[in-house]
């Protein structure tokens, strides 16, 4: 009778890994997926700021501190964009002219854009809305979008220039401009 059993075992377990494999059946499905990522721009530093220190002297030193000394400074900024931009700019603060106190001195200020834009200057734009000067409406710069860029290096270039025939005025000198991207 144990043989009976055994072999009745056998028999049902050689039975039971046969319908296993038999029950094993697969069933697949195939998942899509679509993710949205909008067109924009952005600036990495939303509020750059150039110090006074900064600068750099056509004489020496970050100051002026002669007549007929003039300083420059370029300021290196990165636009996060992902899609073809123009760069407008407006003048904020003393109308985009370096202005000291009550007294209201100015040097006279230009301003260049450089980088990844199309054309970018090859010479100082005085600050001004007219013709040929910097804030002019029709004055823009294009930043092209290149798939799988998405990071464009500018630099905004500005020259403050010092009286030639007289001195100015002690202090600190203080303007402001607004940068647009529009895509």
Same mark, same amino acid.
């Given at each position: 009778m144990l043989r009976g059993v055994t072999a009745i075992g056998v028999s049902l377990g050689a039975l039971l890994?046969? !319908?296993? %494999? $038999? &029950?094993?059946? +697969?069933?697949d499905t195939v998942v899509s997926m679509t993710a949205t990522v909008d067109s924009f721009a952005e600036w990495e530093d939303?509020? =750059?700021? /150039?110090?006074?220190?900064? &600068? %750099?002297? !056509?004489?020496?030193? %970050? +100051? /002026?501190?002669?007549?007929?000394?003039?300083?420059t400074v370029?300021?290196?900024?990165?636009?996060?964009?992902?899609? +073809?931009?123009?760069l407008s700019?407006?003048?904020g603060a003393n109308s985009g002219i370096l202005t000291t106190g009550a007294a209201a001195d100015t040097l006279t200020t230009s @301003?260049?854009?450089?980088?990844?834009?199309?054309? =970018?200057?090859? $010479? @100082?734009?005085l600050a001004g809305a007219g013709v040929g000067e910097f804030f002019n409406a029709g004055n823009t @710069?294009?930043? %092209?979008?290149?798939s799988?860029?998405? !990071? @464009?290096?500018l630099s905004l270039l500005v020259q403050a220039? !010092?009286?030639?025939?007289?001195a100015d005025d002690a202090g600190d000198y203080t303007a402001g401009l607004t940068i647009t991207a529009t895509w």
């Open positions: 890994l046969l !319908s296993l %494999t $038999a &029950w094993a059946a +697969t069933d939303a509020a =750059p700021v /150039i110090a006074a220190g900064d &600068w %750099t002297g !056509s004489v020496d030193g %970050t +100051t /002026i501190n002669q007549v007929g000394e003039d300083l370029t300021k290196a900024m990165t636009l996060y964009a992902n899609a +073809t931009v123009t700019q407006v003048a @301003y260049q854009m450089r980088g990844d834009v199309t054309v =970018p200057d090859a $010479a @100082y734009k @710069y294009t930043v %092209t979008h290149v799988g860029d998405g !990071s @464009y290096a220039e !010092s009286d030639d025939v007289a």
